[in-house]
């Protein structure tokens, strides 16, 4: 136990006390060291437009990603639920999606939503949905996060799928027959019984998606740094590139500022839902 | 339809449900077969780019059966010099950055890496998960939600103050810095996917074996582990493939020494010209193939090991 809890407490505490530290301070190039600057860093985030930005691109990325993959999740975990021959190799074929490096999944869809010689460009143009002058990556940007959520769909759904088969194939029976003894129809015992009984399992795969939704990096950085102009910044990938630009104080007082929002979210979540290891 | 309805005996009302059963069963399939299809298609089509000849790669609508070329892979595997294959190709020298798309390098960082880190995270995670399933402990919930916590740790949150502290070590760009944090990282993966499996494996166990005289410790590693060895497996193959995906952290700590392929693969700039994607592509599927095999010796436990032991599946 000890090697693995002093592990975890440095990979735990020394970046949130370091960042902590460092967001009191700000790195100066000329001396190579980091000056105390006080809570300047602390001023600068609550002013800062493009942090609101990325927050909102955050925000409305992850309501949509989370809502469409649980919708899709959902649906196509029923489907396969209810009966299909050879269940084994379509649930085998759908893992191949999420386990696929997300830097390469970033640039298979940059291949395929190419504005030029993209095939899903080349699909939506055909089917009147976007025009050449505004495709999904590239033109004024407009689409740009559509086209990052394409990806993410792409690559997580698959996973909402399988977790919620699992669940549904672990459903106790009883209530169900109870439901049809009582007369529901599919419908209500989908609402009424399925969905309720659901709940833990649906509160793991949401907990999850969460997590990984508000940190997502990987599509942004290969698919659209962040642009056109910060259409498509989350507030990783700003963190990433004050980082980048050696603000060096100014990240670390975003990364305390991530920090405290998600865990106290996750904090309040597994209470709420009684999410449980 | 063509099923009689009027006949009420027995055997046909059988014949016909069993007939309306079966059809909805293909109905079903023949959808979950369109939408199998459409997940699978973009990993299809990146493999096939691979193999496209020069050109093909950006023909519409697709072309799906040519003659396979072997020279993106001539390049990526087999280290024929970038610049005398667009020479052939194009017939002059475009571009002088490409030289770097032979990755048998990043393919043994990637395996060096993922397979050190993995061998510890094993070898340090499963004492822990036991100790965390068996020894009576106040606030366990408390434990169990600080190691899922640092799993919520946004990645850039870590990657600074990592930065820094290998800058001033020396750490930089060497295989133990990066192996440290990947254990790191996949360090609560494999606790609390292990202790899901050692929290099914009945107490008795190791009652008998204290009684026969063992310590704690030889009960631990003589009985009960080999009763976990199929989640020891699993937790071992999901923690390889994290590690062989992960990337903003080694994108972050390391600089030309060590390159992973994810990094590797999105290290090259695709904006200047159309023809780099074949290289790309043959970079790409090389990157994904050792994963696709691993992951299908482990699926029986995917589902645990992605909730991390939360959903048993």
Do not use: C, N
């Given at each position: 136990m000890a090697p693995a809890v002093l592990l975890l407490l440095i990979y735990s505490v020394y970046p949130l006390v370091y960042n902590i530290w460092t967001s009191f301070h700000k790195f100066d190039p000329m001396i190579r060291d980091f000056v105390w600057v006080g809570g300047e860093n602390w001023a600068t985030l609550f002013s800062d437009g493009r942090a609101l930005n990325a927050v909102r691109v955050t925000v409305l990325y992850g309501m949509l990603a989370l809502s469409i993959e649980l919708t899709l999740g959902l649906g196509i975990a029923m489907l396969l639920d209810a009966g299909v021959y050879a269940r084994g190799l379509w649930?085998?074929?759908l893992i191949l999606p999420m386990v696929t490096p997300p830097a390469v999944v970033g640039l298979m869809f940059r291949l395929l939503e190419h504005s030029e010689f993209g095939v899903i460009s080349w699909l939506l143009y055909g089917a009147g949905v976007?025009?050449?002058?505004?495709?999904?990556?590239?033109?004024?940007?407009?689409?740009?996060?559509?086209?990052v959520l394409l990806a993410d769909i792409w690559q997580w759904t698959p996973f909402c799928i399988l977790i919620l088969l699992a669940g549904l194939k672990s459903l106790p029976i009883e209530p169900l027959e109870a439901a049809e003894v009582d007369g529901a129809n599919g419908w209500q015992k989908f609402w009424r019984v399925k969905l309720p009984l659901l709940r833990n399992v649906l509160a793991i795969v949401i907990l999850f998606r969460i997590i990984d939704l508000y940190r997502v990096f990987d599509y942004i950085y290969v698919m659209t740094s962040g642009g056109p102009g910060q259409r498509t910044e989350t507030i990783s990938y700003y963190a990433y590139q004050t980082y980048v630009f050696i603000n060096w104080g100014y990240t670390a007082t975003l990364g305390v500022a991530i920090l405290i929002v998600i865990w106290l979210s996750a904090f309040i979540y597994t209470r709420l839902f009684h999410v449980e290891w | 339809m063509t099923t009689t309805t009027s006949s009420p005996t027995t055997s046909h009302t059988i014949d016909r449900t069993a007939w309306l059963r079966d059809g909805r069963m293909w109905l079903r399939t023949l959808v979950?077969?369109?939408?199998?299809?459409?997940?699978?298609?973009?990993?299809?089509?990146w493999f096939l780019a691979s193999f496209k000849p020069f050109g093909l790669i950006f023909t519409l609508p697709p072309v799906f059966v040519f003659p396979p070329t072997f020279t993106w892979y001539s390049v990526v595997l087999g280290g024929v010099p970038y610049n005398q294959v667009m020479l052939e190709l194009?017939?002059?020298?475009?571009?002088?950055?490409?030289?770097?798309?032979y990755s048998v390098p990043y393919i043994i960082d990637s395996i060096v890496v993922a397979s050190v880190s993995t061998l510890l995270v094993v070898l340090i995670g499963t004492p822990a998960a036991y100790a965390?399933?068996?020894?009576?402990?106040?606030?366990?919930?408390?434990?169990a939600f600080w190691i899922l916590s640092t799993r919520m740790m946004p990645v850039v949150v870590a990657a600074m103050p990592f930065f820094l502290m290998y800058r001033t070590l020396g750490w930089i760009d060497t295989y133990h810095g990066v192996i440290l944090v990947h254990t790191v990282i996949n360090l609560p993966l494999a606790i609390l996917l292990l202790k899901s499996f050692f929290d099914e494996v009945p107490y008795d166990l190791d009652e008998a074996a204290l009684v026969d005289g063992a310590t704690r410790w030889q009960a631990f590693y003589k009985v009960i582990v080999h009763y976990v060895l199929p989640g020891l497996a699993a937790t071992a193959i999901l923690s390889f493939i994290f590690s062989w995906n992960e990337f903003l952290l080694t994108l972050t700590l390391?600089?030309?020494?060590?390159?992973?392929?994810?990094?590797?693969?999105?290290?090259?700039?695709?904006?200047?010209?159309?023809?780099?994607?074949?290289?790309?592509?043959?970079?790409?599927?090389?990157?994904?193939?050792?994963?696709?095999?691993?992951?299908?010796?482990v699926q029986r436990h995917l589902v645990r090991g992605l909730t991390m032991g939360a959903v048993k599946g």
């Open positions: 649930q085998s074929l976007l025009t050449k002058q505004e495709p999904l990556l590239g033109g004024t940007g407009q689409y740009a996060l559509f086209g | 979950i077969v369109f939408i199998v299809a459409i997940f699978i298609f973009p990993i299809f089509f194009t017939g002059a020298l475009t571009s002088t950055g490409g030289g770097m798309y965390l399933s068996r020894f009576p402990m106040r606030r366990r919930h408390d434990l390391t600089r030309t020494d060590i390159r992973t392929m994810p990094v590797a693969a999105s290290t090259f700039d695709t904006a200047t010209g159309g023809t780099e994607w074949g290289f790309l592509a043959a970079l790409g599927t090389s990157a994904m193939a050792p994963v696709f095999i691993f992951v299908l010796l």
